[in-house]
T-cell receptor
Framework: EAGVTQFPSHSVIEKGQTVTLRCDPI?????LYWYRRVMGKEIKFLLH????????ESGMPNNRFLAERTGGTYSTLKVQPAELEDSGVYFC??????????????FGPGTRLTVT | LAKTTQPISMDSYEGQEVNITCSHN???????ITWYQQFPSQGPRFIIQ???TKVTNEVASLFIPADRKSSTLSLPRVSLSDTAVYYC????????????FGKGTRLSVIA
């Protein structure tokens, strides 16, 4: 079974440019999450999709960030325009929607974003 | 969500048993205790989860005392490949809630 994949693995852009990150969750996982870690800080939640709907976007830092999950499959996270403080590692995770009590989310390898 | 406190770092020699303790004094009745492991340049990976007493799987054991205000992740006979950051998370696992990560414990295994 393929795991969560993210593309690109690394992106270097200039301040003011636009970047789009992509996440492909594990097939069949309705829940998709975006997290990020900025330098020296903890991993922080950004938002949560259930299928194509945004369940919780309380962690999105501002309106320069736009996440979509068309058709309830893969998701994109666009940053426009990028600022220096957006640099960090962006993780995507997915999980099944199950009646079994579980805190198990499957993470991708992350996209390292560097804004110069 | 309950706040967790764990050591910032630990060192161990290969072959030793490593115990990482996490404090969560404000744990709620519905909260579970979950541990994740993260290797460099990878995303976190679920290791083990428990509610009370002891849980064991092929990777680790989790010990939770009766008052549930702390928990201990036990890694038997660590190897160099166990060098990673280990996160203790506490929360209500119903409803597919987002994970709340702390700083974690950086374990370094030395040959």
């Amino acid at each position: 079974e393929a795991g969560v994949t993210q593309f690109p693995s690394h992106s270097v852009i200039e301040k003011g440019q636009t970047v789009t990150l992509r996440c492909d969750p594990i097939s069949g996982h309705d829940n998709l999450y975006w997290y990020r870690r900025v330098m020296g800080k903890e991993i922080k939640f950004l938002l949560h999709f259930v299928k194509e709907s945004k369940q919780d976007e309380s962690g999105m830092p501002n309106n320069r960030f736009l996440a979509e999950r068309t058709g309830g499959t893969y998701s994109t996270l666009k940053v426009q325009p990028a600022e220096l403080e957006d640099s960090g590692v962006y993780f995507c995770a997915s999980s099944q929607d199950s009646t079994i009590v579980s805190y198990e989310q499957y993470f991708g390898p992350g996209t390292r974003l560097t804004v110069t | 969500l309950a706040k967790t406190t764990q050591p910032i770092s630990m060192d161990s020699y290969e072959g030793q048993e490593v115990n990482i303790t996490c404090s969560h004094n404000n744990i709620a009745t519905n909260d579970y205790i979950t541990w994740y492991q993260q290797f460099p340049s990878q995303g976190p990976r679920f290791i083990i989860q428990g509610y009370k007493t002891k849980v064991t799987n092929e990777v680790a054991s989790l010990f939770i005392p009766a008052d549930r205000k702390s928990s201990t992740l036990s890694l038997p006979r660590v190897s160099l490949s166990d060098t990673a950051v280990y996160y203790c998370l506490v929360g209500d696992v119903s409803g597919n809630t987002p994970l709340v990560f702390g700083k974690g414990t950086r374990l370094s295994v030395i040959a």
